[in-house]
């Protein structure tokens, strides 16, 4: 099944978990952690998530040198999460060195290792900007596709992308290679900050991997039911 990440977009961790209390009985539920709440609580937010059975998504694009991905993907690697992330931009030999820090934390830790997701170009980053500020000279779907190839070919599961630039990804790499995408909206919903959105239904027409929801589900008046209308959408179910 496709599962829907829930951004869990607050402040702190007594938000978060509050927030999440009238999902106790709801099978499977899947969250992802960004920086913003990870930077303020650490893994103690990460432990109370795993310890309800929830599936988690460490949302903390890591990009510096090899060796200080390596150790900090070590740490991920330990936390029993189940997914997390890179930007592609650190190049080849960052994300190798990424994917080998979550497989030694993990075996260190008796756990499963993170499926491991590439940022390509960030959804905020304009064709402008490509060419103006970094000098890139090709399109943003050549740039996109690109680093998607390299990712993969570095030991990446998959990329966070547009559900608009999924079918361009999947040819590029394969159809296994995940697309988890963000920028999702209901047909009733204000689009806020996201330019390109789509359906829940969309996506799943869009052979997306899984999506990621924050302000749909987080800011609706009946978060369970938007959480499982959504859910029985992106997996081919309702509308
Ligand atoms: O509220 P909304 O559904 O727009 O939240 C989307 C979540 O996905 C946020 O946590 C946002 O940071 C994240 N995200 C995104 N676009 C990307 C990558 C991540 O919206 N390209």
Known sequence: MKPVFIALDFVDAPTALKFLEPFKDVK?????VGMELFYR????????LRDQDIDVFLDLKLHDIPHTVLQAAKQIGQLNVQFTTVHSLGGSEMIKAARRGLNEGAKQAGVDAPQLLAVTQLTSTSEEQLHDEELVPVSMAESVSHLAKIASQSG??????????NDLIHQAVSEEFKCINPGIRLPNNSVDDQKRVVTPTRAFELDTSGIVVGRSITQSDNPVKTYKDIYNAVNGGIK
């Open 156 to 165: 990446a599961d998959g990329v966070i992308s547009s559900a608009l630039e």
């Open 41 to 48: 609580e650490g893994s103690i937010i990460i432990e109370a």
């Open 28 to 32: 499977p539920l899947a969250v992802k």
